[in-house]
């Protein structure tokens, strides 16, 4: 039986950060207008916990996203992780986590955190060029990223990384740079974020007098591919590529502009899997008549390409009269096994 992670998300919203990000505006990325109680809090995870089916085989996280937790109060933060606390006391779920900024991280603050059984604690880098986080008015530095990264780590907490691509002064070369060092701090997973244009933030209206250029879908694709690339090649997993649309984060309503697509991740695995198989395709000497590509079912909807792309892609390029993708579940996660005129099969991997 497949293991199921369940996250129960605590929104906290633009609660403990004084700073104005030129792309933030939390109330509309999280689509919650007000802060919480304690007691919210507590009635959120009890009504989600009677949407899943817990079992010992699944994993469930309470985490607390959207704000700067650890710069609320600490009267707050207690009460908040005392609840939290107690669901996990109970053995009812399996971990709490959370999400801040790097100039609020201490070690008193960890010692605190401790108190309550946080084990994973996610940090929004976006960058790690001083010039990119003064044009973002982040409000901090890449040197208080790496003192916060190296406390959490020293303290045995696990920690997750946040970046975003195509914020004011950003280029390729920075984005790689900052991607570079992330996977020097050695995190257990990744975010990566293409920056959007919403409603109600200085980035609007940057945009609106022509001060801003965001990135294109084609172009955000194509920076997150040779991120996804890094990443994976350095053993980091990326749990998110691109927001998770909601009610509020689709173009036409908050967002202005920017590269929003709603899956987004799928169009960046699309973009590998076109790569690695024109390589395999393209050393291939004999004519193609037909071609199976045989993948874990989860990966069919990311090879076959957003409206069958990359098949038509395919066909185009190598001239190939049919194909065929074919799920299996006994074929490896990256793997894809490609057979040719029904008699020659290659195994490559997605990357």
Known sequence: MTKKHYIIPIFVPHEGCPFDCVFCNQRKITGVETGLTGREVDEQIANYLKTIQYTKNNKVEIAFFGGSFTGISVEKQNEFLSIANKWYKKGIIDGIRLSTRPDYINKEIL????????????????????EVLKKSCRGHLSIDVHRASSLIKDMGFKIGLQMMVGLPGDDLEKTINTARKIISFNPSFVRIYPTLVIKGTKLEELYLNGDYDPLSLSDAVEICKDLYKLFYQNDIDIIRIGLQPTDNIMEGRSV?????????????????????????????TNKIDDIKFIVNPQNISPLVGDKKSNINYFKNKFNISRIKTLGDPN????DVQIMINNEIQIITKKL
Request: net charge negative.
């Open 331 to 334: 074929v490896a996660k990256d």
């Open 111 to 130: 010692l605190n955190l401790k108190k309550y059984n946080v084990s994973i604690i996610e940090l929004g880098v976006q960058s790690l060029d001083d």
């Open 256 to 284: 202005v502009a920017g590269p929003f697509h709603p899956a987004f991740r799928q169009l960046v695995e699309s973009a590998i899997y076109k790569d690695s198989i024109s390589i395999v395709l393209s050393q291939n």
